[in-house]
């Protein structure tokens, strides 16, 4: 009875006082009272939840309440310690203070309980009468007072930090600012925003300090708080942003954003009863659970903390029991009801009611059809798509139509979008963007509201019409999961899916598993695929699990069998597939089959591209067909099948001319290959002759490569294709842009033109690629380019002009050239006087090239036609010995022989007149420059 007298009178004489008045409890002996009685030893018991029933309130009878004007020094409790227990959530309450006064001051019967005038909550002291809640061993709480920061660490600030003081450590030479909080190998950490703060719980007490110097901006304003069994930190950050990684020595936290990579964690009823459930959060290394609260709200948080990065909650879920809040790393729940536990697992943390719950945990409980499969209400949505069996479906259509044709003709707009959501269900996609369209006709403001336009652009994706399906990039749409997966869901059918939207799907996961059957089927394979192919496989593994036989998975079964390289299984899950009725099921399959196959070495290259070749028509489609074309086009150049890699590339640019782009470069690509290949060395002329022209037109749109053109130019001169190889030494003169490298090209194609008969083309060539003034060349090249703008100009007939640059150059080549514009004219002295100063230049006179051979015998038959027999005996004496071989042997020994004198002559003046007669052909030959 006096308890609730008090209960009930306490409160309104504290709400009498003066603001700033300091109510103290004075005590006349120096002995604690009974209500300081030592704190109970809580029991330990193992697989218990880690919560601490709420303190009862109780009354120390012996003091009397008075007002007291000055401030009383108060005497600290030492708090009980512990390493790392779980506490019962009482820090960041308004600090009691008991002070202790003198045995006279409690004869007089005068008690003072100092309460600061901004404290709200009332004196809370243990009951030593009650028993401590079960929990688990390795976090075992301690009942205590709450205290304040400062009690915490009763140095004071001039003492500088104590013995057992953590510092923190800047990290250098990493790309975002980083910080390294040094803690043991087995310490936990969980982090989550609050407010305009990132807060990073750790499972164990521990001091830490910012040095004084060298830490980042970002974490400027970082403040730690130690309680008994956890570390707090908050890190005001604009950015909202912080990447977490460990090493050995501790936690690394960086200013940075996290990696799209990272894995939702996604809560799972566990139903125990028709009322009760407990709700499952797997995650990897789970480490402990703790108690804390939220420095902005004041918050009771059950942090479950992890010992590995990777793992976060996307995102909020309200319930009336409990919260639980978006996270970083971790699982964060505000507990609403005293009755929530939160414990630690083998494979994660489980949220459960205590025995005596009156409710389930969560309100939609009966509503969720499988056990241990993810929570769909947990994540956020946006439609209201109905679920239930055909039969129930069909029965809503009905009714939403029905009261659709009821509604006034202005207010239609919303019956007519929940008959939609209901063909949606059913998996009528395309009568469900008909009547989103009619009901856009009817209100034109319709198409302003979120719910229709995320409508039709659904019914949009379902029907495979991806460019109506714009709307879901609606900014107006964004902030709910349920659009997230639907965009995400849109890349996926397109083919173009990522590691972000393979994210998207797994938080959304839960959403497609409480769609109805139609829906749900139709998009769980495409779902699952993609989560596969991006990162996501243990999610998948994970839904499998939880899914009943369905042939409808076996791909995907197969994919994750594959990824966790069970390659026999993987490959029976493919097999399985070859006579399924989804075509494009069917041909994935046989895809990753072939692929698999040719991995093991159960298939090489030249009998996978067969393999995929045969399976090339199994389905129609630019995306899956290009990729595929690609891949045989790859391994046929494997295997040296230049020209049926070539075709099948071909093949696919005519089938697509609209995505030609791809394919174009692999024909680049593979043509090159085939002409740098040695194999191609091996071809016959013919058979390189056809390839090059059943493809001239990818050669004419090829930006070659330098190196690469100029050895299919050189290719194709050797086999006497000057015409074929003049369009490829143009193309790389025109994307050349060193100025250097262009004088260089310009030359040779200039020669090339030269080649074919086109003077004035191998003009326009030097003159498109004369050097900028200021730039030093070879002096070989500046030679070549003048020797050939002589000979076009000779080509031309301009011959004088020509005359002129040559006499310029005092080279061996530019005597040669003014003996063929000499020739040309028949001034054979001239001939000889530029041979001759040629030959002053050339010193080799025992073993000549063929060039130096044909020029010694135009020298030889320009002297014989000018009469010059010194000239003749000249070069008799000095190249007879060289000349006396070779196919000019006999033409040299005719011109250069002495006259018949006697009988043994006269088999050589035989010879000699057979010569003759053959002799004036060759001399005009000669005449010709």
């Known amino acids: 009875m006096r308890l609730a007298l008090v209960l009930v009178v306490a409160p309104a004489l504290l709400l009498a006082y003066p603001a700033g008045a300091q109510v103290a409890v004075d005590q006349t002996e120096a002995q604690p009272s009974p209500v300081e009685a030592a704190p109970v030893a809580p029991k330990v018991e193992a697989e218990k939840p880690s919560v601490v029933r709420p303190p009862v309130v109780r009354w120390a009878p012996r003091p009397r309440v008075r007002v007291q004007a000055q401030r009383h020094q108060p005497v600290q409790r030492p708090l009980p310690s512990s390493s790392k227990t779980s506490a ?11 002070v202790v006064p003198t045995a006279e001051a409690a004869s007089a019967g005068a008690a003072t309980l100092a309460i600061p005038a901004e404290a709200a909550a009332p004196v809370l002291l243990p009951d030593p009468e009650t028993t401590t809640p079960e929990l688990p061993a390795a976090k075992m709480p301690v009942q205590a007072v709450p205290v304040s920061d400062a009690q915490a660490r009763p140095a004071p600030a001039s003492a500088g930090p104590t013995a057992d003081t953590v510092w923190l450590e800047p990290v250098a030479g990493t790309a975002m600012p980083t910080i390294l909080l040094k803690t043991e190998p087995d310490v936990g950490l969980a982090a989550f925003r609050s407010g305009a703060e990132t807060v990073v719980v750790l499972d164990a007490p521990v001091d830490f300090q910012a040095p004084a110097k060298g830490l980042d901006p970002a974490f400027a304003q970082f403040t730690s708080r130690r309680t008994q069994d956890a570390t707090v930190i908050r890190i005001p950050m604009a950015s909202g942003t912080l990447r977490l990684a460990r090493n050995a020595r501790g936690w690394l936290l960086m200013a940075g ?29 789970p480490s402990s659970v703790v108690t804390v609260l939220d420095p902005q709200t ?32 971790g699982i964060v729940v505000v507990a609403t009801s005293d009755d929530m536990r939160l414990r630690r697992g083998g494979d994660g943390f489980t949220l459960s009611a205590g025995p005596l719950a009156d409710s389930s945990i969560i309100q939609d409980a009966a509503k969720q059809e499988d056990a241990s499969a993810p929570i769909a209400g947990a994540v956020s949505r946006l439609f209201d798509i109905p679920n239930g069996s055909a039969a129930d479906l069909i029965h809503e259509l009905d009714d939403r139509v029905g009261a659709a044709g009821d509604a006034h003709a202005l207010a239609r707009s919303e019956p007519r979008l929940r008959v939609a959501a209901a063909m949606l269900a059913l998996g009528m996609d395309v009568e469900a963007q008909s009547v989103i369209d009619v009901a856009a006709a009817a ?4 198409m302003d509201k979120r719910r229709a336009i995320g409508l039709r652009a659904v019914a949009s994706v379902l029907a495979g019409r991806f460019e109506d399906a714009n709307g879901l990039a609606d900014p107006r749409l964004s902030g709910s999961t349920e659009i997230e997966l639907w965009r995400a869901y849109l890349q996926a059918a397109k083919g173009e899916a990522t590691a972000k939207d393979a994210r998207s799907l797994s938080v959304g996961l839960p959403l497609v598993l409480a769609y ?49 390289d069970q390659t026999a299984a993987a490959l029976q899950a493919y097999d399985r597939l070859v006579d399924s009725p989804d075509r494009l099921r069917r041909y994935k399959a046989q895809m990753r089959a072939a692929e698999l196959r040719i991995k093991t070495g159960e298939l090489d290259a030249r009998a996978g591209a067969d393999v995929l070749d045969r399976a090339l028509f199994g389905w129609r489609g630019a995306k899956q067909e290009l990729a595929l074309r690609i891949r045989i086009a790859g391994l046929r150049r494997q295997t040296g099948q230049w020209q049926q890699a070539l075709a099948v590339l071909r093949e696919g640019r005519d089938a697509f001319p609209d995505d030609h782009a791809q394919l174009d470069r692999e024909l680049a690509t593979t043509f090159i290959g085939f002409i740098t290949n040695d194999a191609v060395r091996n071809l016959t002329p013919a058979e390189f002759v056809a390839i090059y022209d059943k493809n001239i037109g990818l050669v004419q749109d090829v930006a070659w490569n330098e190196q690469v053109g100029t050895d299919l130019v050189d290719r194709l001169i050797g086999l006497g294709l000057q015409g074929r190889a003049e369009p490829i030494m143009t193309r790389l003169v025109a994307q050349s842009t060193d100025p250097i490298r262009r004088v260089v090209l310009g030359t040779r194609l200039s020669d090339l033109r030269m080649s074919t008969d086109d003077p004035s083309g191998a003009i326009a060539a030097l003159a498109d ?5 200021g730039i030093a060349l070879n002096p070989a090249v500046m030679e070549a380019r003048q020797l050939l703008y002589a000979h076009a100009e000779a080509a031309r007939g301009n011959t004088d002009s020509a005359l002129g640059m040559l006499n310029t150059l005092g080279t061996a080549k530019a005597d040669v050239a003014r003996a063929d514009i000499y020739a040309s004219r028949k001034d054979w002295p001239q001939v000889v006087a530029a041979l001759t100063a040629w030959e002053h230049k050339e010193t080799a006179t025992t073993d000549l090239t063929d060039q130096q051979r044909a020029v010694v015998t135009q020298l030889v038959s320009a002297a014989t036609l000018s009469g010059n027999t010194a000239a ?3 070069v008799a004496a000095t190249y007879g010995p060289a000349m006396a071989k070779g196919s000019s042997a006999a033409l040299f020994r005719v011109l250069t022989s002495a006259p018949v004198r006697e009988n043994a002559d006269l088999p ?17 030959a000669m005449g010709t420059p």
């Open 88 to 98: 019962p959530g009482r820090e960041g309450m308004a600090p009691i203070k008991i």
């Open 257 to 285: 954003s996290p990696p799209d990579t990272a894995a939702s964690i996604i809560p799972r009823l566990i139903k125990n009863g028709p009322d009760t459930a407990s709700i499952q959060f797997t995650v990897s290394e």
């Open 298 to 329: 004041g918050d009771q948080l059950l942090v479950g903390t992890q010992g590995a990065v990777g793992q976060a909650i996307p995102n909020a879920w309200q319930q009336a029991k409990f919260s639980l809040r978006p996270t970083l790393q």
């Open 443 to 446: 209100d034109p403001t319709l």
């Open 516 to 564: 109805p059957r139609p829906l749900r089927d139709r998009m769980l394979p495409t779902v699952l695929e993609t989560m596969a192919l991006n990162g996501q496989a243990e999610a998948v593994q994970t839904a499998l699990r939880t899914l009943p036989p369905d042939r409808t998975l076996d791909l995907v079964r197969g994919m994750v069998l594959e990824m966790t």
């Open 769 to 773: 690629t004369a050097p900028p003034s």
């Open 872 to 874: 003749l005996e000249q």
């Open 908 to 924: 050589r003046a035989f010879e000699e007149i057979q010569l003759a007669r053959q002799l004036p052909g060759k001399l005009d």
